[in-house]
């Protein structure tokens, strides 16, 4: 059902030799998890740019928003090499149709958030490493993340989610013919946008149903911005909540009272954050196979990513 996904990726977190000191950052869960569901499209920029292994450390220093990237002990500036290995290495990445990329760390050139930048031997601010930067700037709506911040359960969730749901919208700018398309995706993902921002959701139904109206070019390039932006914003107990009951609308003409009293309790409970998303998700699955909703069947929020990688088994 899933295919694989391409994801850029510091090539230190593959395992990849290519440190300042000749190590790695071998990150197991990207490779033995993720693995499973992501081709990975590895990229080391001070290795790309010409640079040795092992090679002298280096830093950002100046202004943090325009940063000069400065070997740390041979005071070497080393910006205009690396940057012009960014504007080469982006326009290459279009080719690989990526969905998201997973950043080192406050890597002077990959580090994605809080980067330390330097002024006259102190840190005196925080930036961006140049290639995360470059990456960035060229892929705006492509999901990214640091590999450190996937420990949080919330943010590994929100990441993985965002690069299945920009597959699937890239996939569909490949196979779309115009506005009966998008009215049929947007139908598919109203319950996954609503988990996310209830009010986008809305925006977004306006956007579809005055779309005969414009340019196929513009209405598509809105969708994807609100698309994408309301799935940036973190689903809350509250709101998968309303979702959950929100199909269960659907199905009070077919539940029994048994049923309805069990599916009550379950996102009850859910609420009360005593058990974890996936039963109340996995019992609506039951009941919308069971009673054959078809409108339910095809919403992504009841299968957003897969299983295995087990993001909604946590309270």
Request: proline content about 5%; aromatic content about 10%.
């Amino acid at each position: 059902m899933w295919k694989p996904i391409n994801i850029g990726i510091s090539a230190c977190l593959l395992g990849e030799r290519v440190r300042y000191n000749g190590g790695h950052k071998h990150d197991r869960y990207i490779t033995d998890t993720l693995g499973r569901f992501f081709r990975f499209v590895p990229v080391c920029p001070e290795v790309g740019c010409g640079l040795p292994v092992p090679r002298e450390t280096m830093r950002l220093e100046g202004v943090p928003a325009a940063p000069r990237l400065v070997t740390v002990r041979s005071r070497v500036d080393l910006t205009e090499q690396m940057l012009a290995y960014c504007r080469k290495q982006v326009e290459e990445l279009e080719s690989e149709d990526l969905c998201g990329f997973i950043f080192k760390k406050g890597s002077p050139s990959s580090g994605l958030f809080r980067v330390r930048v330097y002024n006259n031997g102190m840190p005196a601010g925080s930036g961006r490493g140049l290639f995360a930067d470059a990456v960035v700037k060229r892929f705006p709506f492509m999901p990214v993340e640091e590999e450190e911040r996937l420990g949080d359960m919330d943010i590994r969730g929100n990441f993985i989610e965002r690069v299945f749901a920009f597959g699937d919208w890239k996939g569909f700018l490949k196979r779309s013919k115009g506005l009966s398309d998008l009215v049929e995706f947007h139908a598919g993902r109203k319950l996954q946008v609503m988990a996310h921002s209830p009010r986008i959701y809305r925006e977004m139904g306006r956007l579809v149903a005055e779309g005969k109206g414009m340019e196929r070019g513009e209405l598509f390039s809105r969708y994807q911005e609100l698309f994408l932006g309301a799935l940036a914003l973190h689903a809350t107990v509250k709101k998968n909540g309303n979702v959950l009951s929100h199909i269960m609308g659907y199905l009070k003409k077919q539940l029994d009272s048994g049923e309805k009293e069990e599916l009550l309790e379950t996102i009850h409970s859910y609420r009360e954050s005593l058990i974890p998303l996936l039963v109340p998700v996995t019992l609506l699955k039951h009941y919308v196979t069971k009673y054959r909703q078809e409108y339910l069947v095809r919403q992504s929020y009841l299968n957003p990513h897969p299983l295995e990688l087990m993001l909604r088994n946590h309270v």
